[in-house]
């Protein structure tokens, strides 16, 4: 997702984060060094799922903002939940929300792999499986932020 490359501040690249995926930073942080070391501004054009096109102009000071602000970010290890709970919300944006059987509501992701999968599932469903949980946390803002994606899921 090219959502980080349109924030306009620190907070908002924190927030943004999730849309890329903690594996993701590592691959931008190279990217923006590469730019940063050798002197290069650059343009980006996309267009999003909404068929809106978009452009982000790299210049030398928003590439070190972001670059800087990613190197900072302490990123935990991936932690292996189980799960047991019901189905709430299922989309085919690969977002999800399940409430567990001790009632805690976990809001996440799910891979494009699982879209099949989950297309056998409908809202209120018992299910199980594994959630990965990362967090991320910003030394700069203090912020924390928990991101949650699907691993696996079965009735």
Known sequence: SFDLFESQNIEQITENISNVGSGSIKYYSKFLSELNKHDV?????WENPEDVHKLWEGRKDNIQMLYNTL???????????????ELITISSKGRFEIVTKENQRIFGNFSHELLEAM???????NCSGIITKTTL?????????????LKSIHY
């Open 137 to 149: 946390y910003n030394p700069m803002t203090e912020k924390e932020k928990v991101e949650y994606n």
């Open 41 to 45: 501004e650059i343009d980006i054009k």
């Open 71 to 85: 190197n900072q970010l302490k990123i935990s290890e991936p932690e292996d939940i189980i799960f047991d709970g």
């Open 119 to 125: 297309k056998e599932f409908h809202i209120g469903d």
